[in-house]
Structure formats: C-alpha cells, structure tokens
C-alpha cells in the first residue's frame, strides 16, 4: 500500500508539471504508475521496513521528481501547484479507499463466517484511507524538502520565500526534532486519525 501510494503521489507530480509545461519528468519516464521509476532503494524499502519492524522513527521517502521552472509560464506559481499535486493525489486515494470500504457488504448480525470473511478487505481499506491521508498531512508541513514547504516558496513574498530557502538544508534535522520531541504526533497526530474517521465515518 505504502509503495502503491508513494507511485501515484510522484506520479501526481510529474503529471502536474507536464501539464504546466515542463516535460522533464515525462521525458524521463517518471509520468507512469509503475512503482520501478519512482522507488529509492533505501528511502521507498530499507527505511519503512526498519520502521515498521523496529518503531524506530524513520522519515523515508521517494526519488523526487525533477522539475525545470524555465519551461513554466508562470514558475512561482506553477512550482506550488506541482508540489500540492502529491498531497492532493493522496487525498483523492482516501476518498476512493473510504467510497470502496463503505460499499463493502457489511454482514448481518450474528453472521460470524461472514464477519470473518469480510474482516480482511475492511481492514485493508481502512488503512489505505489513513496512510493516504497520513501522508497528505506529513507531506503538507510546511518544512523542505516536503511538498508543504514548496507550496509556501509558490505563496510566500520574496523575503519569506527567502528564508524557507534557507531552510532546506536542515529540513530533516527539522523533521527529526519535531519527531523526537513529540511535537509533530502531538500536533499533527490527531489530524490524519479525524480525516479518517470522517471519510469512513467511524464513531
């Protein structure tokens, strides 16, 4: 699931640079949904993987796709949209997880095989809809290299623009403070699990 929605998420990208006018990611065949052209070996596998089989907090990632602000019309503006085109991509997946969850059949009262049977499937979705929103809200913090902060150099004046630059190199140090302090499950934590139950429309 992780892997499946990271392809779209920098799919979504490439995709929405296309259509701004920038073919870069096109041309280099990062315009599909093939997991292959977008998977980093370490960020996409390794990392994860130590994650959910450790709880160590592990940030990963996929490879970025590149874009070439000369070939768009209008680069600060554009460059915003392609970056909110990967948090949007994920968002429109929760939504297709939550309508798929609640068509499932939901078995009568006391049907236990049936239960059973469907527990599975209800799961799975489940957790489709909260990892995509998961990683439309961690993608949409405002920090770089994540799309968040991208979105705000689209937005931003010169002179704020200027610092989030300046950010950047420290982004993932940024990241892992707000990790390891608890601030970023205390204040982003609640968000995806709303989102969720909204879409799902659990109690």
């Known amino acids: ?3 499946a929605s ?6 979504a990208h490439a995709w929405a640079a296309d259509r701004l ?16 052209v ?7 596998l390794l990392f994860p993987l130590i994650a959910m089989l450790t709880r160590v907090p592990l940030i990963g990632w996929a490879k970025p796709v590149p874009v070439d602000i000369r070939h768009l019309k209008h ?3 554009d460059f915003a949209l392609i970056a909110a085109a990967g948090p949007a991509s994920n968002l429109l ?3 297709i997880g939550a309508v798929i969850f609640a068509i499932l059949p939901s078995p009568a009262p ?3 095989a049936g239960r059973v049977l469907m527990s599975t499937p209800r799961e799975i979705f489940v957790m489709f809809t909260y990892l995509n929103v998961m990683l439309a809200v961690f993608n949409m913090i405002p920090v770089p290299p994540l799309d968040g902060g991208n979105v705000l150099l689209g937005v931003l004046p010169p002179a704020g623009a200027r610092v989030i630059e300046l950010l950047r190199p420290y982004g993932f140090l940024i990241l892992y403070a707000l ?3 608890g601030i970023l499950s205390n204040v982003l934590g609640p968000i995806p699990i709303g989102v969720t139950r909204f879409l799902l429309r659990m109690p």
């Open 75 to 77: 680069p600060k503006r």
């Open 110 to 112: 006391g049907d236990i």
């Open 93 to 95: 997946m929760a939504v």
């Open 1 to 3: 699931m992780l892997i």
């Open 6 to 11: 990271l392809s779209v998420h920098e799919a």
């Open 38 to 44: 977008h998977i980093d070996p370490i960020g996409t």
């Open 21 to 36: 006018g920038d073919p870069t990611a096109r041309l280099l065949g990062r315009l599909s949904l093939n997991p292959a």
């Open 179 to 181: 990790m390891l302090t």
